[in-house]
């Protein structure tokens, strides 16, 4: 018997999605960008109260030195939802040793000062100062924050006008904020996501790229100067010409023996160079030694013995705390550290 015909072929074509769908679709949310920001200041200007009342929502009255914490808490910024780290860092001074981890994929900085301490307003900027020092460039995504603004006006030490008169000096964003009445404290954090973006529009490395490639002339920057030449014409002159890099090695007993590096002059010659860096005492976190963040409070001391080629042996120099460590251990084991001791000398004296 014959076979019925089986009906034409036809391309599956999907429904047209209705008009509600297309508005659901049309509308969805664009993706979280991830961004990294670390909080910096002196000690006790509030840097982990502003933190806490910012992801929490509550202020933390009593104070104990802080180490280091990291929160996270997602920020809206011109319709875009920004995934931010916050890393709470422990108080700097002037003789601070920032940590290398400080600086490795962070996109911009939030320095905080107590507007009842004029030596944390100071502070600001000697540890911008250290932050570009660090990075080796000459600006970076940075707002600055004066904490405490609920202080009575006889307790202030800082002034609004010195704050607004600070920002415009350095180029960053500013505003004052208390994070005890939660008072502009999400407006601090959301000028710092606005300070990045100004970065990144404005040239820095985006999202994405895991590198950048940059002209040699580019990486000297404004350390180029005019000098003249034979009959009078100027050239430029490039200062790192007439300087070495040496290699930092530590003792082998550390797990990482690739300390760092450091700049020398090679104007004096090699042999001079050499003497100069015998006897330099560098000081390195022992974290970065042994792979163990939880040692980022031991700092340990190298000194330079022996220069061999474009390599600087050292040799341990010495143990010490960061004095964040020493502050919370006194404030901890304060109850338990009295003791007394009685020495008796040669001349027979006494000495309690």
């Not at 997602?74 to 040793?97: C, L, M, P, R, W």
């Not at 030449?229 to 890099?245: I, Q, S, V």
Request: with cysteine; net charge positive.
């Amino acid at each position: 018997l014959p076979l019925p015909e089986s009906p034409p072929f036809t391309q599956y074509t999907p429904p047209r999605p209705s008009r509600l769908d297309r508005k659901s679709s049309d509308t969805m949310p664009p993706q979280q960008k991830q961004r990294k920001m670390a909080i910096v200041g002196s000690r006790s200007v509030g840097k982990s109260s502003l933190t806490v009342q910012f992801v929490d929502g509550h202020f933390v009255d009593s104070y104990y030195p802080t180490i280091e914490n990291t929160f996270s808490k997602v920020i809206k910024h011109k319709n875009q939802d920004f995934a931010v780290e916050i890393i709470d860092t422990a108080g700097q001074d002037e003789y601070t040793i920032l940590n290398s981890k400080h600086f490795i994929g962070i996109h911009g900085y939030m320095i905080v000062y107590s507007v009842g301490s004029k030596q944390s307003f100071e502070m600001v900027r000697i540890i911008r100062d250290k932050i570009l020092n660090h990075m080796g460039a000459e600006s970076v995504p940075l707002i600055i924050v004066g904490n405490k603004s609920d202080l009575r006006p006889e307790q202030r030490q800082v002034k609004p006008e010195d704050g607004r008169k600070l920002a415009e000096e350095l180029n960053c964003g500013w505003t004052e904020a208390s994070a005890r009445f939660n008072e502009n404290v999400g407006k601090a954090f959301e000028g710092m996501v606005a300070e990045i973006e100004k970065g990144q529009e404005a040239g820095q490395p985006k999202e994405g790229k895991n590198c950048i490639v940059i002209d040699a002339n580019m990486a000297v920057g404004k350390n180029k100067r005019l000098s003249k030449g034979k009959k009078g014409l100027k050239k430029r002159t490039d200062p790192f010409a007439k300087k070495d890099w040496y290699n930092l090695k530590a003792p082998s007993t550390f797990a990482i023996r690739d300390v760092g590096k450091t700049l020398v002059n090679r104007t004096t010659g090699l042999k001079n160079a050499n003497d100069a860096l015998k006897g330099r005492i560098f000081e390195v976190s022992l974290a970065d030694l042994q792979k163990d963040e939880d040692h980022s409070f031991r700092k340990v001391r190298l000194r330079v013995d022996e220069v061999q080629g474009k390599n600087c042996l050292t040799n341990f120099h010495g143990l010490d705390f960061t004095s964040d460590k020493l502050r919370s251990l006194v404030r901890k084991w304060q109850s338990l550290i009295e003791a007394n001791v009685v020495v008796k000398t040669t001349d027979d004296y006494l000495l309690r």
